[in-house]
């Protein structure tokens, strides 16, 4: 089962990481200035996670492929790491796909 991990960032800001079962992170988020924001972009991945059309497909100037969820509104609520081929980026689709609907919630910051 995949989990969310809430951290602080060097300058203060919280993020999370959605982590596979594996322990692999596969899903990271923007940096939010108070920790209610923060679990605010967790529901949004919760609830979001299963609607294909929300994953942008993108490459990056490298030419490596990766995604960003994206709610509703269009705004971008998570990022992938860079893969090494469209077929590892689909698996890590999918990975986020299975793991955030029903993933824990770990806050480190507490």
Same mark, same amino acid.
Not at 85 to 98: C, F, L, M, Q
């Given at each position: 089962?995949?989990? !969310? @991990? =809430?951290?602080?960032?060097?300058?203060?800001? !919280?993020? !999370?990481?959605?982590?596979?079962?594996?322990?692999?992170? +596969?899903?990271?988020?923007?940096? *939010?200035?108070?920790?209610?924001?923060?679990?605010?972009?967790? /529901?949004? @991945? #919760?609830?979001?996670?299963?609607?294909?059309?929300?994953?942008?497909?993108? /490459?990056?100037?490298?030419?490596?492929? *990766? !995604?960003?969820?994206?709610?509703?509104?269009?705004? =971008? =609520?998570?990022?992938?790491?860079? *893969?090494?081929? @469209?077929?590892?980026?689909?698996?890590?689709? %999918?990975? @986020?796909? #299975?793991?955030?609907?029903?993933?824990? +919630?770990? %806050?480190?910051?507490?």
């Amino acid at each position: 089962m995949g989990k !969310f @991990v =809430i951290t602080t960032r060097a300058n203060g800001e !919280f993020q !999370f990481n959605l982590k596979a079962g594996n322990g692999q992170t +596969i899903l990271t988020s923007e940096g *939010y200035s108070t920790k209610a924001a923060c679990s605010n972009g967790i /529901e949004s @991945v #919760k609830n979001n996670a299963a609607d294909d059309n929300r994953y942008d497909r993108k /490459e990056s100037s490298s030419g490596k492929p *990766y !995604f960003n969820l994206k709610a509703g509104n269009g705004q =971008i =609520i998570g990022a992938s790491e860079m *893969y090494e081929s @469209v077929a590892a980026r689909e698996n890590g689709i %999918d990975s @986020v796909k #299975k793991n955030a609907p029903d993933a824990t +919630i770990d %806050d480190q910051t507490a």
